[in-house]
């Protein structure tokens, strides 16, 4: 009896010290995500600014631009995957690891190869691991993700997407990243990023003389010094914008998902630590009513000698 309450007792000391480490990393991601959220909803103004911008240029001028025109033949596609650096965030990276083994069954089965950039350390042990190359990858920093990489990984995926497909290039290019909707959901998002497809056309209104109806006078674009050279200045600018939000939004879900993660394991924790403590308690009381019981059935032998 006194070795299972040494068990017990020595499960609830390990159970107390997960839920100190389990609690600690939920408190660090929830002060976290409130950076995160931030960092987010600044980039917003600036995307959504870029987004207008290249919107203008595409719908008010008849440039044949590579990264905004359909190719005839699509061969090869390339898949960029985000996840996190760290574990201890639930389904956060593996949700995203099965997104991307659907759209890359999906594009397959169109009859095109499929090629990968890999952003972040799960991402990377997991092809590691199945021995399966990847063109490029970026790690470190997933958790809060800079400009910089993100510029680094718009200059990747624009070199690819511009080279012949004997030289190696991609045909398309898709996004597959968590986007933040709350703190207790995260969505799997999939976006073709190449060619581009603006999806943000419209026209600022102008108003109409007094006593004309509903007609509507929309404004005339002129670009300096030409519509193409616009193009080839923002659409870099314009993907690096929409890489770094989908680093933004994934970091945001990432430290969702940890505390969530973490605040589970703290409740269960709990569980844990109750059930083995009414455990122990159980076990300690049988041990004293056993040497209550065996004091008095000596008391009655020693008395019956008598």
């Not at 005339?220 to 929409?242: C, G, K, N």
């Not at 890489?243 to 973490?262: D, G, V």
């Not at 109750?274 to 041990?287: G, K």
Request: aromatic share 6%.
């Amino acid at each position: 009896m006194g070795a299972q309450l040494r068990v017990y007792r020595s499960k609830i000391k390990s159970a107390q010290t997960t839920k100190k480490i389990t609690r600690a990393m939920e408190l660090i991601s929830a002060s976290r995500i409130q950076k995160a959220q931030q960092r987010v909803a600044a980039s917003a103004p600036y995307s959504k600014a870029i987004t207008r911008a290249v919107s203008a240029v595409a719908t008010f001028s008849n440039v044949d631009h590579p990264l905004t025109s359909e190719r005839e033949k699509l061969d090869t596609a390339a898949i960029v995957i985000f996840t996190s650096d760290r574990g201890l965030a639930g389904a956060f990276s593996s949700s995203i690891l099965k997104e991307a083994e659907q759209l890359a069954e999906l594009l397959r089965s169109e009859g095109k190869k499929v090629e990968y950039f890999l952003v972040g350390r799960k991402a990377v042990a997991y092809f590691g691991f199945r021995k399966r190359s990847s063109l490029k990858i970026w790690t470190g920093g997933t958790d809060q993700p800079t400009f910089e990489t993100a510029k680094e990984i718009g200059d990747a995926v624009v070199e690819a997407y511009n080279l012949d497909d004997q030289e190696g290039g991609v045909d398309e290019i898709h996004l597959v990243y968590n986007r933040f909707v709350s703190m207790v959901t995260q969505v799997p998002e999939v976006v073709r990023l190449l060619p581009l497809e603006i999806v943000e056309g419209d026209v600022p209104e102008v108003a109409a003389v007094s006593g004309s109806g509903s007609n509507e006078v929309y404004p005339l674009y002129e670009f300096e010094p030409d519509a193409a050279t616009v193009l080839d200045a923002l659409l870099p600018i314009y993907v690096e914008s929409r890489i770094y939000n989908a680093m933004l939004q994934s970091a945001a879900a990432e430290h969702a998902a940890r505390q969530k993660a973490m605040k589970s394991a703290s409740d269960n924790a709990d569980n844990l630590i109750r059930d083995y403590t009414r455990l122990a308690n159980n076990a300690r009381q049988s041990e004293i009513t056993q040497q209550i019981s065996e004091i008095v059935g000596g008391a009655d032998a020693l008395a019956s000698a008598k």
